[in-house]
């Protein structure tokens, strides 16, 4: 079971939402060292002490995160951030 679960409408194509998507995933590798790949329209990410994806859906998102040890301890601050930026990123359909 994911640590962090945030489903996120969207009123994007499947274009535009894996262009957003896509977008993020750089956003990640630079700032936080994360390698990131698809599987079809799952885009999987992760770093040692964390893994997750991002499913994108039509008309929304769905992101699933696990945190290892270290991680575990900011649970809530990862997850508010991360709220936020997905909120942003795909806005509300």
Do not use: C
Request: net charge negative; glycine share 8%; proline share 1%.
């Amino acid at each position: 079971m994911a640590d962090i679960e945030i489903t996120q409408a969207h009123a994007l194509s499947q274009e535009q939402a894996r262009e957003a998507a896509q977008q993020v995933a750089e956003r990640m590798a630079d700032e936080y060292q994360m390698q990131s790949r698809w599987d079809g329209d799952v885009l999987h990410f992760g770093r040692s002490g964390l893994e997750g994806r991002l499913a994108l859906q039509p008309q929304q998102v769905h992101l699933a995160i696990e945190l290892g040890g270290f991680f575990k301890s900011f649970a809530a601050m990862i997850e508010d951030k991360v709220r936020r930026h997905i909120g942003k990123t795909f806005g509300a359909a």
